[in-house]
Nanobody
Framework: QVQLVESGGGSVQAGGSLRLSCTASGYTSSNFCWGWFRQAPGKEREGVAGLWIEGDRRYYADSVKGRFFISQDKVDNTLYLDMSSLKPEDTAMYYC????????????????????????WGQGTQVTVSS
């Protein structure tokens, strides 16, 4: 059973930076898709960034391209989301997610890191950006 635990959230002023961490345990394969999602009050959950380790591919939502960077430390099995130039609209609960397989694939339609199903989710960490 894969377990994910996020940390690193907090309050920051607009223009600031934060690093989110997601510690993972219980998996052995490198063929995993890792994702960061966020959900603001009253809004739907949205995919922010995805990482397919085996294929060395990263994916980003348009709203965060150039500001966020997803990476994984294979030594300590930690997924990171480095966020910079933060905006008030980045305020949300952030979740990490994981599932076996590629982040993007074709199955009667294209599944992206945002739309593909994930088997494992963390409990979330709150990010608040003030103007």
């Amino acid at each position: 059973q894969v377990q994910l635990v996020e940390s690193g959230g907090g309050s920051v002023q607009a223009g600031g930076s934060l690093r989110l961490s997601c510690t993972a345990s219980g998996y052995t394969s490198s063929n995993f898709c890792w994702g960061w999602f966020r959900q603001a009050p009253g809004k739907e959950r949205e995919g922010v960034a995805g990482l397919w380790i085996e294929g060395d591919r990263r994916y980003y939502a348009d709203s965060v391209k150039g500001r966020f960077f997803i990476s994984q430390d294979k030594v300590d099995n930690t997924l990171y989301l480095d966020m910079s130039s933060l905006k008030p609209e980045d305020t949300a609960m952030y979740y990490c997610a994981a599932t076996r397989g590629e982040c993007e694939y074709w199955n009667k339609g294209l599944y992206t890191f945002k739309t593909r199903p994930y088997d494992y989710w963390g409990q979330g960490t709150q990010v608040t950006v003030s103007s």
